[in-house]
């Protein structure tokens, strides 16, 4: 996007999450300027970049990392709705919604697409990196924060209880391996049973 406009592009991102990977090798093709800096350093780095390209009189547009902030927040508003409509043409519904919970932007979103709809339903984040009581305090601040934007009356003890944010499965960290993980990729189980009566295949990924 930067390219067809001609205008330049600088991505700043932690240490070890930036492993050669087709996009990555897009990144350099395009000519995007790319600065990997341990994680705690992250945050300043973008802060002094900004710094930097205002002070030579430049305007620069900050995407932040997984689109964490209202714009984002707004997208799974409208994914949210998505469901209810796709719900309604299918006749079914959906009492548990489960994905990965990173930024907090997803989970943000569906809580506050639930609020406004008045829905009654379980949405579970599970944490790819925070833990509690840090990891639900940011999704809360950004419901919230939404809510005040859009002029939403909300009941905070509503949206305290709307908001479950499962940290049990992190591990060692954001994209570090483990024995369980190795494990779990490394493992091709002939098919078993469940308790229901269900056949249950396990295939190496």
Not at 21 to 48: D, Q, R
Not at 180 to 201: E, H, L, M, V
Request: charged share 25%.
């Amino acid at each position: 996007m930067a390219v067809s406009r001609n205008l330049p592009c600088y991505i700043i991102g932690p240490l070890g999450g930036f492993n050669p990977t087709f996009n990555s090798k897009m990144m350099k093709l395009f000519g995007a300027e790319m600065t990997i800096v341990p994680v705690e350093k992250v945050h300043n780095t973008i802060e002094e970049k900004l710094s930097e390209l205002k002070s030579i009189g430049k305007n620069p547009y900050f995407i932040q990392g997984g689109g964490h902030g209202n714009l984002g927040t707004q997208a799974y508003v409208d994914c949210y709705r998505e469901i209810l409509e796709f719900e309604k043409a299918n006749s079914i519904f959906f009492d548990h919604i489960f994905f990965a919970s990173g930024t907090g932007t997803t989970q943000a979103g569906l809580v506050c697409g639930q609020l406004i709809h008045k829905d009654k339903r379980n949405i579970v984040g599970i944490s790819i990196a925070r833990k509690n009581p840090r990891g639900r305090q940011v999704v809360v601040e950004s419901i919230c924060e939404y809510l005040q934007e859009k002029n939403i009356s909300y009941n905070r003890k509503q949206v305290d209880d709307n908001t479950h944010f499962e940290d049990g499965y992190t591990g060692d960290g954001y994209g570090k391996k483990n024995l369980d993980i190795q494990k779990t990729q490394k493992r091709d189980a002939a098919p078993s049973w469940d308790s229901n009566g269900f056949r249950i295949y396990c295939k190496g990924i």
